[in-house]
């Protein structure tokens, strides 16, 4: 068995494609649009994913359009998706740059939690050990729900 991709059903192509791509970072390498079906599939990749993922290699991120619009509540949408990053700190600091909300600080160096503009949470992991605890993240309280 090996993991293909996890799907997540979007309300707007420009808007997810400006959190996915321009802020998260992740790279297009697919899409696919079904004129009978109305409906557009668009794949992503994590960038040190993209080279494997473009031969079916790696794990992708699906972003679902319905071309008819659908409102998504609860189980119709999906928990959360979970990224590791090279430098936690320097990540969400871009994403806050970004106009993203921190959901969920890295206080302890290690994780955090932002969301999607289809409030989908995203989940951010520190790659190998956590880094040492630092300011303003430390004392930052969470934003809404993750």
């Given at each position: 068995m090996r993991y293909l991709h996890t799907m997540v059903r979007v309300t707007n192509v420009e808007e997810s494609l400006?959190?996915?791509?321009?802020?998260?970072?992740?790279k297009q390498v697919r899409r696919v649009d079904h004129e009978k079906g109305r409906f557009s599939l668009i794949?992503?990749?994590?960038?040190e994913d993209e080279a494997?993922?473009?031969?079916?290699?790696?794990?992708?991120?699906?972003?679902?359009?319905?071309?008819?619009?659908?409102?998504?509540?609860?189980?119709r949408n999906f928990g959360h998706l979970a990224y590791q990053v090279d430098d936690i700190y320097e990540t969400c600091d871009r994403?806050?740059?970004?106009?993203?909300?921190?959901?969920?600080?890295?206080?302890?160096?290690?994780?955090?939690?932002?969301?999607?503009?289809d409030n989908i949470?995203?989940?951010?992991l520190q790659k190998g050990d956590a880094l040492p605890?630092?300011?303003?993240?430390a004392s930052m309280p969470n934003t809404g729900v993750w």
């Open positions: 400006d959190f996915y791509c321009n802020k998260l970072g992740l794949f992503l990749a994590a960038p494997a993922a473009t031969q079916s290699r790696a794990p992708l991120v699906e972003l679902t359009y319905n071309w008819d619009p659908e409102v998504y509540t609860g189980g994403l806050l740059k970004a106009g993203v909300t921190i959901n969920r600080p890295p206080r302890e160096g290690r994780m955090a939690f932002v969301r999607s503009p949470s995203i989940e951010l605890v630092q300011e303003p993240w």
